[in-house]
């Protein structure tokens, strides 16, 4: 995290729009190493403060949420450019608009743990610091059913839905890119007035960098495949609020 952040400061040509997101995501994860490494010993005993226990609690939460929503930001943004290229324009041209997605996440993961857990009266365990503890094993149940559809199923199923997408327009779009090419080849500079032979060329360059997001498209997934099972691992260990002595 401290390399990327490193670089991100050097480096210029990562700092862009249609970076941004992508940076976010990156930077906004080390939320959860820094959790781990300043509040992990002081956490891991029954006799952890109150205050503390709260604060790690809807700490740990927030950093849960962020990760998966930022990413689902990243895969909403790169779905706008290939069916939606109007509003793609909007949000590269207005400063505000472009940081929205950004602002929405953190309020999400700020507001909805603080809501679930006052709707269901439920409390921090003081061992661990894990929130959504009840003396009611119903309530309990509900907490992480409701905490982690919204957690895990909404954003990285929606995020697989869009490069599943995202891959099979670029997909379609190569078969048309593909004739166009071929004509380039065989049609003489000659032949082809200024105005087409422009088209044309543009259109090729268009195929080069949908073959560049479908390879981006791919990756994504892949980190996604990852997100969901680490995401399914921080499921399991919730489970210690609802079966005793887990």
Known sequence: HLAFILVLVISSEIRTRNLLYVNHATVISIAYPILLFGFGNSTANSQSSQFLCTFVGYYRDFTNFTRPFSILIIAAYRYFGVFHINLYKRLNNNNLLLIMPIIMVWFLSI??????????????????????????????????????????????????????????????????????????????????????????????????????????????????TSVILTTSGFCIFYLNNIIPDY
């Open 111 to 224: 507001a909805f743990p603080i809501t679930i857990n006052k709707a269901l009266n439920t409390s921090v365990m003081t061992m661990l610091c894990l929130n959504g503890n009840s003396d009611s094993r119903p309530v309990s149940i509900v907490y992480f059913v409701i905490n982690y559809i919204v957690l895990l199923v909404v954003p990285n199923f929606v995020t697989v839905f869009f490069y599943v997408r995202i891959m099979l327009e670029l997909k379609r779009i190569k078969s048309r890119v593909g004739p166009i090419k071929k004509s380039l080849k065989i049609a003489t500079v000659a032949m082809l007035k200024e105005q087409n032979l422009r088209s044309l060329m543009s259109k090729k360059t268009n195929g080069l960098n949908y073959k560049n997001e479908k390879t981006f498209a791919k990756h994504f997934l892949l980190m996604c």
